[in-house]
């Protein structure tokens, strides 16, 4: 089971980082990996810092706890590092993935002395400047995807083309859009 | 052939109910369980079954209407969890004296309070002397193989006896995972369709139901009830048998896990099974003989089965996820203690109580439950009975 | 299929039915609740004018009627409850001890 990649996803009631986290396990999915994707569920408002999960591997993973030292970290709102330790375990050779404008200098002192890697993605201004609304879980997917490697890139583009067509198959026209989110988001990501 | 797919315990569920397309839905939403019912409107919308789906006012209302399809006749099938579990109570009790073969999931959730929505099993355990067959799942594809069998097993002759599927509420009704689905006609294939002897719309043959029992009649119905349970126990092996011959996936009363030369053990059921395991590859891995137990089948409970594989044990820890206030252990501890009674060699043991109102078990706990079954196992002495774990102390 | 004529209060619990069931219409001819009456009510048929008015007020269809007409009470089910006393508006029903 050396191969598992845990990630950890911190981000607001109604942002979806509980859909975050069952997009990428269906990007894993269809790249033939077993996953895992759960949220921890507290009262459901609209707002509150939820923690959603991801484990992926090769083999059925049985373990069904939370993570608590995960490979990767994903925050969906970066306001969310004032009141979480969303660095909390990461693992060494991890990092942890915030939707920001600033680069990872700039958010590194509000990072509570983690150490390890830090990536930025702007998934505001991609989502803005490619689907004209903010949906951050399409970049922040991307991303995610691209840092932790845990689907192969262009397996990753395929399978989710390959989706969208399916999902959107009514809209067509949304489904560009959303491919150019994530290629923008995996080149444009920092750090 | 088998299909790979990814999906939530709850949609595994609702798939196989599907696949069942039973005659009669009778809904009554809960969380963690309000899924199960929301997958299934959109299969009678989408005109993919053609159960009566029946949207009712409370769970009494919805395992009633169920046993009034039962008596009828029809399959019926619902899903609750925590209150609405024991909103039913009374109900329950009813569809194990009346034999009504109803199957009902439950997605288990702490019962109130104080308020919570998150997994334990005070909701079925409370619920464990009410007649109805309990099998437990530890992640989506058992909750989807268990109600593929969930059928024949309640209808068969020898059993007539309601069921429920048990998953364990978010940690599996919620979590997306790999699954292997059957194709429909396959499942449809092995579950097969109903024909009960007798029912109030077969209009040649009026049949009265329910019954008042006096004195004279109650003790000889519930021996007759107490033996339709003892029954199920060969009927859920023959039925797990042709499962896998079917489908390939072995079932049983429970599932030992490097049991065979196990010193210490752990008892355990549903999600945590697969946590527990890992600790256990973990410790043999530095010489320690650790096994697991995966309990699957709690009502009938298998004390026999349960006690020949315990018995060589030095050390066994029940762990209990939920709390009976008895003060001296929680239910499976007290059915297993009272299994090895009679046991010429029988291990000690303790009783744990965890993970209660959602309250998460890791790795790293189930460890701690090995190093003191170890400790228990050299002294020759249990340290303390009856103990709670993951609390703030 | 097990006739109800054959559940009794003698019959082992392997005899019994599943879940009770009975599987006839109108079994309560079976059960004599005529056993359980205390006073009887008598029927005068001098007196009787035959308007049948106690046949529907009898909660046991103890009174048969045939042809329009009341015969006598059918013991063997008749509780006793006298309703059918109150019922007749001719004092043709009368209470009478049970021996």
């Not at chain 2, 209407?65 to 209150?83: D, H, K, N, P, Q």
């Not at chain 2, 762990?319 to 060699?345: H, I, Q, R, V």
């Not at chain 2, 196992?377 to 303390?384: I, L, S, Y």
């Not at chain 3, 009627?65 to 015969?71: E, I, L, T």
Request: hydrophobic share 40%; with cysteine.
């Amino acid at each position: 089971m050396n191969d598992m990649i845990e990630i950890r996803w911190h981000g607001r009631g109604g942002q979806g980082a509980k859909t975050a986290s069952q997009l990428l396990a269906d990007a894993a999915f269809m790249a033939g990996k077993y996953v895992q994707s759960f949220p921890e569920y507290g009262p459901e408002r609209s707002g509150a810092p939820i923690t959603a999960y991801n484990r992926i591997s090769a083999e059925r993973c049985s373990v069904h706890s939370n993570i608590y030292e995960p490979d990767y970290v994903a925050v969906v709102d970066e306001t969310l590092l004032e009141s979480v330790d969303v660095c909390s375990g990461i693992k060494e050779g991890g990092a942890v993935i915030i939707n920001s404008s600033k680069s990872p200098e700039e958010l590194r002192p509000q990072l509570r002395g983690y150490t390890g890697r830090v990536c930025t993605i702007d998934a505001r201004e991609i989502s803005l400047r490619n689907l004209g609304a903010y949906f951050p879980n399409t970049p922040m997917l991307a991303a995610v995807v691209a840092v932790s490697e845990c689907v192969e890139r262009e397996q990753f583009l395929a399978d989710m083309e390959g989706s969208y067509r399916h999902k959107f198959a009514k809209k067509p026209q949304v489904v560009e859009g959303n491919l150019k989110c994530l290629r923008e988001a995996m080149s444009e990501v920092q750090g | 052939m088998s299909i790979r797919e990814r999906l939530s315990g709850n949609e595994a569920i609702a798939t196989a109910m599907r696949q069942v397309n039973p005659d009669v839905f009778a809904m009554f939403p809960i969380t963690p369980s309000t899924e199960i019912p929301q997958y299934y409107a959109q299969y009678v919308a989408d005109g993919r079954v053609d159960t009566e789906f029946i949207t009712v006012e409370s769970e009494h209302s919805s395992l009633s209407a169920c046993l009034g399809a039962e008596a009828a006749g029809a399959r019926a099938v619902t899903a609750t969890s925590s209150a609405g579990l024991s909103y039913m109570n009374e109900v329950l009790y009813v569809a194990g004296s009346l034999r009504l073969p109803v199957v009902m999931a439950v997605a288990c959730r702490a019962l109130t309070g104080p308020i919570n929505i998150n997994h334990d099993y005070s909701d079925s355990m409370a619920e464990r002397d009410s007649g109805f067959i309990q099998i437990y799942a530890e992640n989506n594809q058992e909750a989807y193989d268990n109600f593929l069998q969930a059928h024949r097993i309640a209808e068969h002759p020898d059993v007539r006896l309601p069921l429920m599927v048990c998953e364990d509420g978010f940690i599996t009704s919620h979590a997306i995972e790999n699954i292997e689905l059957e194709e429909d006609d396959a499942v449809k294939a092995f579950v097969g369709e109903y024909h009960p002897e007798h029912y109030l719309l077969k209009k040649e043959n009026p049949l009265a139901v329910g019954p008042y029992g006096v004195s004279g009649y109650y003790m000889e119905a519930r021996v007759a009830q107490a033996q339709a349970m003892k029954n199920a126990k060969a009927v859920i092996l023959d039925v797990a048998a042709d499962f896998e011959k079917t489908f390939g996936r072995k079932y049983g009363f429970f599932e030992a896990y490097k049991m065979e030369d196990a010193e210490v053990a752990m008892l355990i059921m549903g999600s945590c099974a697969g946590t527990a395991r890992a600790a256990v590859d973990e410790l043999r891995s530095k010489g320690v003989k650790a096994g697991v137990i995966k309990l699957r089948v709690f009502r009938p409970f298998p004390g026999e089965e349960l006690a020949a594989v315990l018995s060589h044990c030095k050390a066994v820890a029940v762990m209990d996820k939920s709390e009976g206030f008895s003060a001296c252990g929680g239910p499976l501890f007290a059915e297993t203690a009272g299994a090895l009674f009679n046991s010429k060699e029988r291990p000690l043991m303790i009783d744990v109580v965890f993970g209660l109102g959602g309250r998460d078990f890791t790795v790293t706990a189930a460890k701690s439950v090995f190093d003191r079954l170890v400790w228990i196992a050299e002294n020759g002495v249990v340290d303390e009975l009856y103990t709670h774990m993951g609390q703030r102390e | 299929m097990k006739k109800a004529a054959e559940i009794n209060e003698q019959i082992p619990w392997q005899e019994m039915t599943v879940g009770c069931e009975i599987y006839e219409p109108g079994t309560s001819e079976l059960t004599k609740t005529g056993e359980w009456r205390s006073r009887k009510p008598v029927w005068d048929k001098d007196k009787c004018k035959q308007c049948v008015l106690c046949a529907p007020f009898c909660p046991d269809a103890s009174i048969p009627v045939k042809d329009g007409r009341r015969a006598d009470f059918d013991y063997d089910h008749c509780k006793g409850c006298g309703i059918c006393i109150k019922a007749c508006p001719f004092d043709a029903i009368k209470w009478e001890d049970e021996e």
